[in-house]
């Protein structure tokens, strides 16, 4: 049964994948897909652990939109507790890597 933050954490998940369509004009299928399958905490963490960054990822990146995607939510404060110490760096390095700042 998911805590009262995982279900929060899923809401805020999904609303990347809406972001992403309405702001970046970048349709989420395959995330949208995962977030139906796995929810949103399964979702993150498979993403953080591939090798590389998501189709997604990239196709966020090329429109400056750094801030939807999943990296950029896990770092948020109020889902420290769901992610390792670990995790947090993966998602941390991912986005300096690709010029991103703001919450790193």
């Known amino acids: ?15 990347i994948y809406h972001r992403a369509w309405e702001e970046a004009k970048y349709r989420a299928t395959r995330f949208h897909q995962m977030l139906c399958d ?4 399964e979702t993150a963490q498979l993403l953080l652990h591939s090798n590389h960054v998501s189709e997604g990822y990239t196709a966020l990146w090329e429109r400056g939109r750094l801030n939807l995607t999943v990296e950029a939510l896990i ?3 109020e889902w420290y507790d769901l992610f ?11 986005l300096l890597e690709y010029g991103y700042k703001k919450n790193v």
Not at 1 to 8: H, T
């Open 1 to 15: 049964m998911k805590s009262e933050l995982e279900r929060r954490f899923d809401a805020a998940m999904m609303s």
């Open 38 to 41: 796995h929810g949103g905490l």
């Open 75 to 77: 770092l948020e404060t």
């Open 84 to 94: 390792t110490e670990e995790e947090r760096d993966i998602a941390s390095k991912r």
